[in-house]
């Protein structure tokens, strides 16, 4: 097996993205572990890397070293046209871009929603699944909790901005956040109840909640939470189990239920759900995967593809038919 230079690709380094946020974490495990280098193609940045000068630089020779990982959804087709002739690692966050992956690039999925669209979209990729990692900052400090009610403005539905929140408003202590937060571990473990409902923003952005951090990262200091459960959500949400969904039938029945979980509130103590998702899963499973993409890479300097694509049948039209029979008339 050939041990390979990881080169993450960003389109600038400092993004207020949770996607962004994740892939540089995902980037610093892999530092811990291989040779790892950030790059950017959109804006060059000092001491770091830009994929322009890369390209140009490299000798085909040196070439068959370096994997470049790229993960930035809107830039991916592009992407792919420019690294065509290199090694390339799709880090699959949200779906939803129609893009089409070449059979030649693995895809890392950080969901299993993302898994299961691409196992259905790339049938004949390599594809893993990778989650993010919830880091060590977030669990229960058991603090007293003087937030009833916790909402983040960023992704919210209009429902839980104009209706949820003024209705909920006069009846706790609610906080809602307006601007972006770094660190949200000290705010989740002063709250009782976290408010989530990405469903809206995700279906006008036609794309899916790639993983959705927050809920878990609530889940993890003790709060009880209130989500919906639209696509990667579902991967560690629970109704009635580790969550309640959000957005049922009324608003009248979202406000009884959160004013009920308020009065009555109990720390959430999930941990094994949580625990699935900390430092020491997660770099067992990287080494394992670019253990098996670095002998994919191998295998591909010896052998072309040769399994054919799935062909989708043609829609069985009925009109059709009565006109052909209609011609023998």
Known sequence: ?????????????????????????????????????????????????????????????????????????PHIQELLTKLKNQNVVYFAHSTGYKVKIPSKVPIISVSKHSQAYWGRYAPNNLIFYLPNEISDKYHNQKQERKIDVLVQKRKSSKYLIEELVPALNPHCNLTLIDYWVEDLATIFNQTKVYLYDSTEYWVQAKASEGFGLPPLEAMACGCTIFSSINDALSDYLDPSFNCYKLRVYSKEYDVQRILSAVENWQENDNIDTVNNYRLSLIKERIVRIFEEINNFFDHQQSFYENIPPIIKNKPFSFDKIIKKISSFF
Do not use: C
């Open 1 to 73: 097996m050939t041990s390979r230079n990881l080169y993450f690709l960003f389109p600038e380094m400092n993004i207020h993205s949770g996607g962004h946020i994740a892939q540089l974490k995902f980037m610093a495990i892999a530092q811990s572990l291989f040779n790892v280098q950030p790059v950017t193609y959109k804006k060059q940045e000092k001491d770091i890397l830009f994929l322009d000068e890369i390209i140009r630089d490299i000798k085909d020779i040196s070439a068959a070293n370096n994997i470049y990982i790229i993960h930035w959804g």
